[in-house]
C-alpha cells in the first residue's frame, strides 16, 4: 500500500512500506528524498542500557524515596503517607499477619477478616511481608522493602517492555514516563485554583487530588496513587506478567528458533503464578497471548505447549487455593463504566473520556491509524480490553474495572510514545512545540500528583495509635492465633491486621468487593 515503493522511486521506500507494520519496532526516523518515512532498522536491540540506569535514576529513585514515607513510625502511633494506603493496608496487613503468626497448616483454613470463610485471595506479595516478619524483620520494613523491590523491576521490565516493541531507548523512557503519569484535564482546575489564589504555597502542596476529582467527572486516578501504591498484589503482578510477556514476544519474534518445549512449559508455569499474585494481570495475559496466538498460528504447535503448561499448573493452584471461593457473579453488563448515570455519570460518554484521559486517546487514535497499530496483536489487545472495561463491570464494585484498565492503558501507551516521538524527530520547530504540548497535556494532572505524594508531612493519615498497637501485642499473648473474635467492623479494628486474629465479621466493604454473601453472618452478630 505504499505508492512511491510501487511506482520504484526507490530501494529505501520500499523500506519504508515493510516498516510502516506496527508489529515492527519503530527504530530511527528519517525522511527519504521521495518525504516517506524510513526507519533505521541497524541500531534496534542496541544501546537499551543507557535508557535503563536513566529510567532507574529517575523512576526508581522515586519509588526508593516514596516507598519509606508510605508507612511508618512516630511516637504516637503508626502512620500512612497516603489516603489509598490508609485504605487498603489495614485488609493487607490482615492477609500478612496469616503468614506471620498463624501455624503453616492452618494458613488457609479461614479468611482473617471473615472467619466462617475459606481464605482465596492471591496472597503472594501479602505472604512474602508476613514471612519475613515470621523470620524476625519488622513490621514496617516487611512491607517497604519488598516494595522498592517490585518497584524496581516494574520499572526496569516495564522499560524493556516498551524498548523491545518501540525499537527505541528514548521512545520507551518516554513510554514508561506517560504510564507513570496518566492524568486527564485535572490541570486545568489546578490552573483555575491558582488564579483565584495565586501563591506558592499551592505549587508546594497542591490543595487537591487533580486526577480524582468525581465532582467534576474525574476518576481515572494516576496510577502510582490509586494502584502502585495501596495495591500489593497489582505490584507484583504486573512485573511478573511484563516477563512473561517479553519471553513470549521475544521468542516469537525469533520464529522460536532454538527455544526448547522445556521452556516453553517453563514460562507457562510462571505465567500461572500470577493465579497466586494478581488475578486481573492473569486475565490481561490471556487475552495478549491469545492474541499473540492468533497472529501466529503457523507456530501453533509451539503456542499449545506454553498454553497447556499455564494452563495445567493453573488449575493446580485453584484446586488447591480456591476451592472455597465465592462463586458471586462479578461480570455485569454496564455501558460507559463511570459515565453510566445509573452510577452516577454526568454528561455524555465523550466528555467522560475527555476529561478522565484529555488528548491521550485522541493520540493513541491518530498513531493506530498512521502507524497502523491496528495490526499489532498487543495493541489490538490493549484496544479492546479498554472497550470491554466500558462494556462490563468486572467487579461488584465498578471502580475496581482500572486494575484492568490499568493494562490496556500501558499498551496504549505504546501507539502514544509513537506519535510524540514521531512529531519531535521531524526537527521542525513547528512539530516539536507540538509533541512538547502534547505531552505536557497528557502528563500535566499526573505529574501534579507525583510530586504531591512526597509531600508526607501534611498528608500523612495516622492508621492506629501507639495504645493500640500495645494493645493488640497484649491481646496475640493471651490469644491462640486461630481464636475467632467478635469486634466492630470498622475498617481500622486493629484485631486482624495487628495481633493477627481472625474476626467473625470484618469490614463489611472488602467483602462486598470479594463478592462474599456476609448477610447470615450480619445477622448473627
Given at each position: ?39 533505521d ?24 524515596v ?43 483454613s ?40 517490585a ?25 514508561s514516563t ?43 486516578i ?57 488475578a ?43 476451592y ?15 459515565a453510566?448515570?445509573?452510577?452516577g ?68 501507551c ?20 507540538l ?21 508526607t ?46 474476626v ?22
Amino acid at each position: 500500500g505504499c505508492p512511491s515503493a510501487v511506482s520504484g522511486k526507490s530501494e529505501q521506500a520500499l523500506k519504508c512500506c515493510t516498516l510502516s507494520d506496527a508489529s515492527q519496532p519503530t527504530g530511527t526516523e528519517t525522511q527519504d528524498p521521495g518525504g516517506q518515512t524510513v526507519i533505521d532498522r541497524s541500531r534496534q536491540g542496541t544501546g537499551f542500557a543507557p535508557g535503563l540506569v536513566f529510567v532507574l535514576a529517575t523512576w526508581g529513585l522515586y519509588f526508593c524515596v516514596l516507598w519509606p514515607r508510605m508507612l511508618f513510625e512516630r511516637s504516637d502511633g503508626l502512620y500512612a503517607g497516603w489516603r489509598t494506603v490508609w485504605a487498603d493496608w489495614a485488609v493487607h496487613l490482615s492477609y500478612a499477619n496469616v503468614f506471620a503468626y498463624w501455624p503453616i497448616g492452618d494458613w488457609f483454613s479461614s479468611n482473617p477478616v471473615f472467619a466462617t470463610a475459606g481464605f482465596a485471595y492471591p496472597f503472594l506479595a501479602d505472604a512474602v511481608s508476613g514471612l519475613l516478619m515470621r523470620a524476625g524483620m519488622g513490621l514496617v520494613s516487611a512491607f517497604v522493602l519488598p516494595s522498592i523491590a517490585a518497584s524496581l523491576a516494574l520499572v526496569s521490565l516495564l522499560f524493556l517492555f516498551y524498548a523491545l516493541l518501540l525499537g527505541s531507548s528514548r521512545a520507551a523512557v518516554l513510554a514508561s514516563t506517560l504510564f507513570f503519569t496518566n492524568g486527564g484535564a485535572g490541570f486545568l482546575q489546578f490552573a483555575a485554583d491558582l488564579a483565584r489564589e495565586p501563591s506558592l504555597r499551592l505549587l508546594r502542596l497542591p490543595p487537591r487530588e487533580y486526577t480524582y476529582l468525581p465532582e467534576h467527572g474525574i476518576q481515572w486516578i494516576n496510577v502510582i496513587s490509586s494502584e502502585i501504591l495501596p495495591q500489593r498484589a497489582l505490584l507484583l503482578g504486573v512485573p511478573l506478567a511484563l516477563l512473561v510477556l517479553i519471553g513470549v514476544w521475544r521468542w516469537r519474534q525469533r520464529n522460536f528458533e532454538n527455544v526448547s518445549n522445556a521452556r516453553l512449559a517453563g514460562l507457562g508455569v510462571l505465567a500461572s503464578l500470577l493465579v497466586i499474585t494478581h488475578a486481573h494481570s492473569y486475565l490481561a495475559l490471556v487475552l495478549f497471548c491469545g492474541m499473540l496466538f492468533l497472529f501466529d498460528l503457523s507456530h501453533y504447535r509451539r503456542w499449545l505447549v506454553f498454553a497447556a503448561a499455564a494452563a495445567l499448573s493453573s488449575l493446580v493452584l485453584l484446586a488447591l487455593f480456591y476451592y472455597q471461593a465465592s462463586t458471586a457473579r462479578f461480570i455485569r453488563w454496564q455501558p460507559g463504566w463511570l459515565a453510566n448515570p445509573t452510577h452516577g455519570g454526568h454528561g455524555p460518554l465523550w466528555l467522560f473520556l475527555w476529561l478522565n484521559w484529555g488528548v491521550f486517546l485522541p493520540i493513541a487514535a491518530v498513531s493506530i491509524i498512521r502507524f497502523r497499530y491496528y495490526r499489532d496483536p498487543l495493541v489490538l489487545g490493549g484496544i479492546l480490553l479498554f472497550v470491554a472495561c466500558f462494556l462490563f463491570r468486572f467487579q461488584p464494585h465498578a471502580w475496581d474495572n482500572t486494575k484492568l484498565l490499568t493494562w490496556a492503558h500501558l499498551l496504549l501507551c505504546i501507539p502514544v510514545a509513537r506519535y510524540l516521538q514521531h512529531l519531535w524527530s521531524k526537527r521542525r520547530v513547528v512539530s516539536r512545540c507540538l509533541a512538547a504540548a502534547l505531552f505536557l497535556f497528557t502528563t500535566a494532572s499526573g505529574f501534579l500528583e507525583v510530586w504531591r505524594l512526597t509531600r508526607t508531612p501534611e498528608i500523612a493519615v495516622r492508621m492506629w495509635s501507639s495504645q493500640e498497637i500495645a494493645l493488640a501485642e497484649a491481646f496475640r499473648s493471651v490469644s491462640d492465633p486461630l481464636s475467632r473474635v467478635l469486634s466492630s467492623d470498622h475498617h481500622h479494628n486493629w484485631v486482624t491486621p495487628l495481633s493477627g486474629r481472625p474476626v467473625l465479621l470484618g469490614y463489611r466493604g472488602w467483602l462486598a468487593s470479594y463478592g462474599i454473601d456476609y448477610s447470615t453472618v450480619e445477622r448473627d452478630v
